[in-house]
């Protein structure tokens, strides 16, 4: 019952900065954790980042501290700000929202989410 809409991506020189957005439909949209994940032609896809309901966040070692996820309940929106970005981070990016268990309030796993977009492709050229 939920779908999501990415946006936001296109072609930057290594060193820019991007900014995507995931547009969810829902009432309960505060209630989901959400992620993002990425993947290249040829490789499995990879977890990039998640946010619990409650705020928390998480990041693969791959971007930690030039990617920073976020939020926003009141839009029913999540985001992604890709900074020096690195043409290794060139990738189809995906976000999905999961549904918060009592055993789970986050997750790096893409078996552990419901919903899925249907992707937004950066290209970070050298």
């Known amino acids: 019952q939920v779908q999501l809409v990415e946006s936001g991506g296109g072609l930057v020189q290594a060193g820019g900065s991007l900014r995507l957005s995931c547009a969810a439909s829902g009432r309960t949209f505060s209630s989901y954790y959400m992620g993002w994940f990425r993947r290249t032609p040829g490789k499995d896809r990879e977890f990039v980042a998640t946010?619990?309901?409650?705020?928390?966040?998480h990041y693969a070692d791959s971007v930690k501290g030039r990617f920073t996820i976020s939020r926003d309940n009141a839009k029913n929106t999540v985001y992604l700000q890709m900074s020096s970005l690195k043409p290794e981070d060139t990738a189809a990016y995906y976000c999905?929202?999961?549904?918060?268990?009592?055993?789970?309030?986050?997750?790096?796993?893409?078996?552990?989410?419901?919903?899925w977009g249907q992707g937004t492709q950066v290209t970070v050229s050298s």
């Open positions: 946010i619990s309901s409650g705020g928390s966040t």
């Open positions: 999905a929202a999961g549904v918060t268990r009592p055993l789970r309030s986050f997750s790096r796993s893409q078996r552990e989410y419901d919903y």
